[in-house]
């Protein structure tokens, strides 16, 4: 069972940058696609990013088009969102997810972290 931790959120002004890290062990890291989905106060948990197993294939979620960006190192198992020109409505718990097969389905992915708090202010 390959498990997922998540690291790098914070509290940061709106226009500022993070980037989360998502390590994993347990498993084959390669072998697997990785998301990014994110959960805010009283709303159902949604799809930022996606990347496949080689990172030759990833999606975005209209919202953070432009500004995020997903990337993975196989070698050190981790998979990273850059989130740029961060804004209020980007404030959420945010998730990293694995899955075998490529997909933007938060129901598809059996493996979760435990999420990061990223605040931003106005």
């Known amino acids: 069972q390959v498990q997922l931790v998540e690291s790098g959120g914070g509290l940061v002004q709106a226009g500022g940058s993070l980037r989360l890290s998502c390590a994993a062990s347990?498993?084959?890291?390669?072998?697997?696609?990785m998301g990014w989905f994110r959960q805010a106060p009283g709303k159902e948990r949604e799809f930022v990013a996606a990347i496949s197993w080689g990172g030759g294939s990833t999606d975005y979620a209209d919202s953070v088009k432009g500004r995020f960006t997903i990337s993975r190192d196989n070698a050190k198992n981790t998979v990273y969102l850059q989130m740029n020109t961060l804004k209020p409505e980007d404030t959420a718990v945010y998730y990293c997810a694995l899955n075998r097969l490529y997909t933007l389905r938060a129901t598809d992915y059996g493996s979760w972290g435990q999420g990061t708090q990223v605040t931003v202010s106005s």
């Open positions: 347990g498993g084959s890291f390669s072998n697997y696609c």
